[in-house]
T-cell receptor
């Protein structure tokens, strides 16, 4: 049981390049999330998917797109990377049910640098 | 919207010292409250949680009590260890889907 996995762990892009961050979970969770973490700002929600086939914007969606490929996988795409998108990106998932209490499980993160 | 404010860091303590990290929140409704911990180079892990007023969450010697009257959820530990060095995040549930995080508090414990 790997939990939440993310690839790649590290990435360096040039301004204007595109890339996709991959996330998968093996806990049969319905909800999945993408956050970015910047110094002194905590975690900010980029997009989330409450269930397979649905996606919704979070606090900072501009410059990003997402795809909920199936129940396991939720990808984040940067179409034209900008230096302001230099950050650490975390994927998370959450189960539904009486006792889940909104607890989210996090992946190890992707450290992205845009030059 | 809902928000979480944490004690600013960084916090540096000696081993076996008493720890308090303050967390206050503003929310409509009755959120669940959480403390997450992030060890160097890792993702966040749930440390403890409380789902209603006066609940006390506890784990690994850490405790926090859900105080509705003061809208607080302060994290405490009686005797910290070097291995507790990490970044600690307070969070609340917003609606059925989202978590709102504080800015994080970096804790360093010196031997």
């Amino acid at each position: 049981n790997a939990g939440v996995t993310q690839t790649p762990k590290f990435q360096v892009l040039k301004t204007g390049q595109s890339m996709t961050l991959q996330c998968a979970q093996d806990m049969n969770h319905n909800s999945m999330y993408w956050y970015r973490q910047d110094p002194g700002m905590g975690l900010r929600l980029i997009y989330y998917s409450a269930s397979e086939g649905t996606t919704d914007k979070g606090e900072v969606p501009n410059g990003y797109n997402v795809s909920r490929l199936n129940k396991r996988e939720f990808s984040l795409r940067l179409e034209s990377a900008a230096p302001s998108q230099t950050s650490v990106y975390f994927c998370a998932s959450r189960g539904q049910g009486m006792y889940s209490y909104n607890e989210q499980f996090f992946g190890p993160g992707t450290r992205l640098t845009v030059l | 919207g809902d928000s979480v404010t944490q004690m600013e860091g960084p916090v540096t303590l000696s081993e076996e010292a008493f720890l308090t990290i303050n967390c206050t929140y503003t929310a409509t409704g009755y959120p669940s409250l959480f403390w997450y911990v992030q060890y160097p180079g890792e993702g966040l892990q749930l440390l403890l949680k409380a789902t209603k007023a006066d609940d006390k969450g506890s784990n690994k010697g850490f405790e926090a009590t859900y105080r509705k009257e003061t809208t607080s959820f302060h994290l405490e530990k009686g005797s910290v260890q070097v291995s507790d060095s990490a970044v600690y995040f307070c969070a609340l549930s917003e609606g059925a889907q989202k978590l709102v995080f504080g800015q994080g508090t970096r804790l360093t414990i010196n031997p």
